[in-house]
């Protein structure tokens, strides 16, 4: 049984706009959008992609059956299969049996949601712009009534906008990552250019032999190279000090 007017409704529409205005990562509120569809639906299966504008891909980012080694990794274009389709035109696409037999179908090994017999696909829109889609499978042959559709168009639009808010939040938090690691590398190459030449000076080697020096050592002690070259650094710095004072 669907949602059935008003009181169930309300309950959604409380429950979506406690979403929206939560804090959750984009994990957690693509988790909310399966558990929100599956209780909108009853569905067998619920598969929510998001867009990767930059390479004009859909891809597999939350499910209701378990998919770890596909989640971030199936992908489609722009307007392949049926879900690529909602994507490019922004439109619902309903088939209550025989989904996999629709021309537009493209076939997923692995994907056990491929073999059910019904599929409701609504697009994710934040500012009326596509973000993603919302996939729902059933076993069994399943006419989508008017206000199941509707329901799950709502969520779809009113969970659109909160879903691209996480996914910048998300690209951001990436990208401060790159730059921190970005500068771990950086911090690295100095230490271990000083540590060079101090290897080079004091045993008179090429840039290439000191190079490999502190490498061997590195594998032979199983410490990093960083610390490696801090510590010779640091050997050299205390030597100076002892040479001053005398």
């Not at 959604?12 to 599956?38: F, K, P, Q, W, Y």
């Not at 090994?109 to 973000?131: C, K, M, N, R």
Request: net charge negative; glycine share 6%; aromatic share 4%.
């Amino acid at each position: 049984m669907l949602m059935e007017p008003p009181t169930s409704q309300v309950a959604l529409l409380h429950r979506v706009s406690s979403i929206v205005s939560s804090e959750l990562s984009l994990d957690e509120m693509l988790g909310e959008i399966v558990g929100l569809t599956v209780q909108v639906t009853e569905c067998d299966a619920c598969l929510v992609y998001l867009l990767e504008r930059d390479l004009g891909e859909i891809v597999l980012r939350a499910s209701q059956v378990p998919h770890a080694a596909d989640l971030g990794n199936l992908r489609m274009k722009m307007g392949e299969g049926v879900t690529g389709w909602v994507a490019e035109h922004k439109s619902v696409v309903a088939l209550s049996s025989n989904a996999a037999s629709d021309r537009r179908f493209k076939h997923f090994q692995g994907l056990i949601e491929d073999t059910y017999d019904a599929f409701l696909s609504v697009p994710l829109v934040s500012g009326g712009d596509v973000i993603g889609v919302i996939n729902v499978h059933h076993r069994r042959e399943h006419d989508h009534s008017a206000d199941e559709v509707a329901l799950l168009t709502f969520v779809g639009e009113q969970m659109g906008g909160a879903i691209s808010k996480s996914v910048l939040e998300e690209q951001n938090a990436k990208l401060l990552e790159e730059t921190q690691e970005m500068k771990r590398q950086l911090e690295v190459r100095k230490l271990v250019e000083r540590a060079k030449g101090i290897l080079q000076q004091k045993y008179t080697l090429s840039e290439e032999e000191a190079y490999l020096r502190l490498r061997n050592e590195s594998r032979r002690l199983r410490r990093p190279m960083r610390d490696l070259a801090e510590a010779i650094i640091l050997a050299e710095d205390m030597s100076r000090k002892s040479s001053d004072m005398i």
